[in-house]
């Protein structure tokens, strides 16, 4: 076992995951153009947003469905970036451009599909940057456990874990959030964990309250689907919450981790 089982708190300048205040990533599910992703960062820093997310490359379930804008929109996301100064997390697909996202991401996204990807996960661990661990919808605690030992067995324990919901019996909600995965994690791997309600629930409507039962749980960071015009999204719109929304979330966590 490489990971400590306690205190890893994982810096991204100028946040600290797991220092007790949790850290809020919000933006859209897929970058759609250099002005979405500018007003999206714009906007959602200015409700209190800390880290700026946006897939460039899209892992769709269809393949009819967009794929992203690809490496292109990784300079928007920079612009983004400059402009705000939120530090900025997108999705690796495959190693390809592993070396561009190590030069100008600052966390890498390992995401569901992936979870179980080992040469994947190896290579990120090779390096020095902070990864974001999705777990897969289907894997279980100890598989997600051994997926964040394959990252830090390559030396890199800057890992962050989270929980976007599992697959069920129920097609009710697009995933079933398992926020006993959250102190379980913490306590398993003494990793932080943050909850990503958007693809967890798949449903706008419940995102607001399970970010709260999140919290609650004691995750250490949030992960929401947030865009200028969600109705406009082309991916992921019906999980997708407005600007106004995330600062009601933002206020309503404040007020619950001040009490
Ligand atoms: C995402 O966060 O962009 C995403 C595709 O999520 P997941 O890997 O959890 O499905
Ligand atoms: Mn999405």
Not at 2 to 26: C, W
Not at 116 to 139: D, H
Not at 245 to 251: D, P, Q, S, T, V
């Amino acid at each position: 076992m490489r990971l400590l089982k306690e205190g890893n708190n994982v810096e991204v300048e100028p946040y600290s995951f797991g220092a007790g205040t949790p850290i809020i990533i919000a933006g859209p599910c897929s970058v759609e153009s250099r002005e979405q992703i500018i007003e999206i960062a714009v906007e959602a820093k200015k409700k209190g947003a800390n880290i700026l997310r946006g897939g460039i490359f899209k892992p769709r379930t269809s393949p009819y469905d967009f794929q992203g804008i690809g490496l292109e929109a990784l300079e928007f996301m920079l612009e983004a970036k400059a402009k705000t100064g939120m530090p900025i997390i997108t999705e690796l697909m495959d190693t390809t451009y592993l070396e561009q996202f190590v030069e100008y991401v600052d966390i890498i996204q390992i995401g569901s599909r992936n979870m179980y990807n080992y040469s994947l996960l190896k290579a990120v661990g090779e390096t020095g940057k902070p990864v974001l661990l999705k777990r897969g919808f289907s894997a279980t605690i100890k598989e997600w456990i051994f997926a964040a030992e394959h990252i830090a067995k390559g030396g890199n324990n800057k890992i962050i874990l989270c929980e976007r919901g599992i697959r069920s019996f129920d097609p009710y909600t697009r995933n079933t959030l398992d926020l006993s995965a959250v102190p379980i994690m913490k306590r398993e791997t003494g990793l932080p964990v943050v909850v990503d309600p958007s693809h967890g629930t798949g449903i706008r409507s419940l995102v607001g309250v399970m970010s709260m039962a999140a919290i609650a749980a004691g995750a250490d960071g949030l992960m929401i689907e947030t865009h200028t015009h969600p109705e406009l999204s082309i991916s992921d719109k019906e999980q997708t919450i407005d600007i106004e929304e995330l600062g009601e979330i933002i206020e309503n966590m404040n007020k619950m981790i001040s009490k």
